[in-house]
């Protein structure tokens, strides 16, 4: 199950006496795994490997760490299977990513509810990628990478990670319908949230248009 929402942020004021507008996109997904496993493929390098790719660096409050050469981050918060907070950057551009983690329903029923937020300011999202495609410009990407998660807890170690990785799987006809699916999910959001008709009127752009290069 996934839940979107997102907000356009006041006005930041910058160092230089500048504003700029921030936004925000907020999706949830939900495993039956404990949050042992969970935060276990968050945090430990050997896990992230799996389903993500090569990870190096200090994995930690304040630590800074590499995604292979495609990305750079710090860690800003790190609560044990609370909560997981860092700054990702690619080349100018810089988001700002919080994982909170919680449970819903009891028993065998019960599922670990993993949510997402992604804050960026407006400058650093290419041109017009907010007017033309709205959250879906901040979340659906992390939503391939959740995705992967989601594949990997429910295949556990004996799971290989998915060759190609998630810029292969969009390219799939598996994954153009997730993305398809998710996109409509932003839409709705969109205009729930009090965006303009205009915005992400059209149909849902091509997968590999947004995608192809974001994501391993």
């Known amino acids: 199950?996934?839940?979107?929402?997102?907000?356009?942020?006041?006005?930041?004021?910058?160092?230089?006496g500048g504003a700029q507008d921030v936004?925000?996109?907020?999706?949830?997904?939900q495993t039956q795994k404990s949050l042992d496993e969970v935060w276990a493929a968050l945090v430990k390098p050997d896990k992230i490997a799996q389903w993500m790719g090569p990870v190096s660096g200090k994995l930690a409050k304040g630590g800074a760490f590499q995604l292979g050469d495609r990305a750079e981050g710090r860690i800003t918060q790190?609560?044990?299977?609370?909560?997981?907070?860092?700054?990702?950057?690619?080349g100018p551009?810089?988001?700002?990513?919080?994982?909170?983690?919680?449970e819903d329903g009891k028993g065998k029923s019960k599922q670990r509810v993993i949510a997402v937020k992604i804050t960026a300011h407006v400058q650093d999202l290419p041109a017009g990628t907010w007017d033309r495609?709205?959250?879906?410009?901040?979340g659906m990407g992390w939503e391939l990478l959740a995705q992967a998660l989601l594949?990997?807890?429910a295949g556990g170690a004996?799971?290989?990670?998915?060759?190609?990785?998630?810029?292969?799987?969009?390219?799939?006809?598996?994954g153009r319908a997730f993305c398809s699916a998710a996109f409509e999910g932003w839409r709705a959001a969109a205009l729930a949230g009090g965006a303009g008709s205009a915005i992400m009127a059209g149909p849902a752009p091509s997968?590999?248009?947004?995608?192809t290069g974001l994501h391993p």
């Open 207 to 211: 997968v590999l248009e947004v995608y």
């Open 158 to 174: 004996s799971a290989p990670p998915r060759k190609g990785g998630t810029t292969a799987f969009a390219a799939s006809a598996e």
């Open 93 to 102: 551009s810089r988001q700002g990513v919080e994982i909170t983690f919680g």
């Open 133 to 138: 495609l709205g959250p879906a410009a901040l």
């Open 1 to 16: 199950m996934r839940k979107f929402s997102f907000q356009k942020a006041a006005k930041k004021h910058l160092g230089d």
């Open 78 to 90: 790190c609560e044990p299977k609370r909560r997981l907070a860092f700054d990702l950057m690619r």
């Open 151 to 153: 594949d990997y807890l």
């Open 23 to 29: 936004y925000a996109v907020e999706f949830t997904c």
